[in-house]
């Protein structure tokens, strides 16, 4: 506690530094030898503080976790930027989109990083802090302790049958980020030595939609096979803290699990996204938020590579189900507006009313696009527009009907549904009538 009832009796009330801020300095290790702030990037009030306070400012006392007590340090570990107290030596196979993405975050925290890829990405691991080895004999010599497979789905099961498992240590830690984890789960527990501890994880996001943080997404993960000893177990811990630290919302879950929960929507969500992608969709000023989430869709699964989608097709038993579903749905859809659109057209057969001739006429449908493709290009303006074409208005009538208040409307909805009912809520709370 820093007992001192104005902070800086020099400076005028306006000026004195905030509790906030004395604290910060205060939990800096350099604070504590030389007593007051000296860090050049603190901002300009710390440091006319620390000049115009250095006689003034007296510590009585310190009631904070000081950095050589266990709170302290506790607190550090837990800090979700942090650096690790405990680095690991991890071995990333698979050095591609993935498992680069997942190396940034390692080396953040202070854990040695060395990688394997079928292609040479010496340089991008370079860039990283990662040693990278072209020849996985010679990274399994240096013994990591967890090796973090980052391989496509659909070549993880060739290559992990041709790694050198034999150059490892006995209890070495395996865990898979793949996408479908049945497959995974078996695959490992047919390929890998009885010894070797297996983690199956799949960390539910992406270099696009954790771009900001993994503050919340989903990391999903199964202890699949642990030994008692306390050292292997404490390792478990230390490689699920990497993702709590950064404060993933942590899901243990079985594989089987969460292939039935996420096989579907991913292939789903993915399949989507492609189809979106292929409409080269723009941004515009006046975009809807519907609109906006379509646009992060693309963004979110459009620089995953076709190997990934293919991948949970091949190794999700309901994805070819889904597509299925996704294709009738999409006919029913178009069947529905096409059956609309009959009754519009019935209509126009049978009713002589020129006015309402004139605005459902939908022959350019007809005529121009058989296939249904351009319509917006071809409808005439009237049709396009119909929506907000203004209904004649009777100047006099209108001038007659105006509330007495200047500010105030008297406002009639026409079309009392959804959208006309949600309007009036905020009319209504404005006052106008
Ligand atoms: P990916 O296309 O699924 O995998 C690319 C990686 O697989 C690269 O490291 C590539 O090595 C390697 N690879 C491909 N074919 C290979 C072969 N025949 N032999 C050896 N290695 C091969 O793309 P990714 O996005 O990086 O995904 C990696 C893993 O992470 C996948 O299992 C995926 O399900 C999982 N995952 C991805 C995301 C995501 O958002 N991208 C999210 C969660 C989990 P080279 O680069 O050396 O050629």
């Not at 205060?26 to 009030?45: M, W």
């Not at 013994?143 to 209890?171: A, N």
């Not at 579903?325 to 069947?335: D, I, P, Q, T, V």
């Not at 079309?415 to 949600?422: E, P």
Request: aromatic residues 10%.
């Amino acid at each position: 506690m820093l007992s001192s009832p104005s902070f800086c009796p020099t400076l005028p009330a306006a000026q004195q530094p905030h509790l906030s801020e004395l604290l910060r300095h205060q939990l800096q290790p350099p604070f504590f030898l030389r007593s007051l702030p000296t860090k050049s990037s603190a901002a300009p009030l710390s440091l006319s503080f620390s000049r115009r306070c250095r006689r003034a400012f007296r510590i009585q006392c310190i009631d904070a976790a000081q950095p050589y007590d266990s709170e302290f340090k506790l607190s550090l570990a837990h800090s979700s930027h942090g650096t690790s107290p405990d680095p690991l030596k991890i071995a990333i196979i698979g050095f591609g989109n993935f498992g680069q993405f997942l190396a940034k975050t390692l080396t953040r925290q202070g854990h040695e990083v060395l990688a394997h890829s079928r292609s040479d990405h010496s340089h991008a691991a370079l860039q990283l802090g990662v040693r990278f080895f072209s020849d996985p004999s010679d990274l399994f010599e240096e013994h990591p302790e967890v090796i973090l497979l980052c391989t496509s789905i659909i070549s993880t099961g060739q290559f992990l049958k041709t790694l050198p498992l034999q150059r490892l240590k006995r209890s070495t830690l395996f865990v898979d980020v793949l996408s479908v984890k049945e497959f995974s789960k078996n695959l490992m527990l047919k390929v890998l030595p009885a010894d070797f501890d297996i983690i199956c994880s799949h960390p539910m996001f992406g270099p696009e939609s954790a771009k900001h943080g993994w503050k919340g997404l989903f990391f999903v993960y199964e202890k699949v096979r642990i030994g008692n000893e306390d050292s292997r177990v404490l390792r478990c811990e230390k490689f699920l803290d990497i993702f709590a630290r950064e404060e993933c919302a942590m899901i243990e879950m079985s594989c089987a699990e969460h292939d039935e929960y996420a096989a579907g929507f991913q292939f789903m969500t993915h399949t989507v996204g492609r189809v979106l992608k292929m409409l080269n969709l723009e941004s515009t000023p006046i975009n809807t938020k519907g609109y906006e989430k379509l646009l992060d869709l693309v963004e979110n699964t459009a620089c995953d590579s076709f190997d990934l989608y293919y991948g949970l097709f091949m190794y999700n038993k309901n994805a070819l189900a889904m597509l299925k579903k996704l294709n009738a749905a999409f006919e029913a859809l178009k069947n529905e507006i096409f059956e609309s659109l009959d009754d519009v057209a019935r209509k126009r057969q049978y009713e002589s009313d020129e006015k309402v001739d004139g605005l459902l006429d939908i022959s350019w449908m007809f005529k121009e696009n058989n296939n249904g493709s351009a319509w917006k290009e071809t409808a005439p303006n009237s049709v396009r527009s119909q929506d907000t074409a203004p209904w004649p208005i009777n100047g006099r009538a209108r001038n007659s009907e105006q509330s007495s208040n200047s500010s105030k409307l008297k406002i009639a909805i026409i079309g009392f549904g959804n959208f006309g009912q949600f309007l009036a809520r905020t009319f209504v709370r404005q006052g106008h009538q």
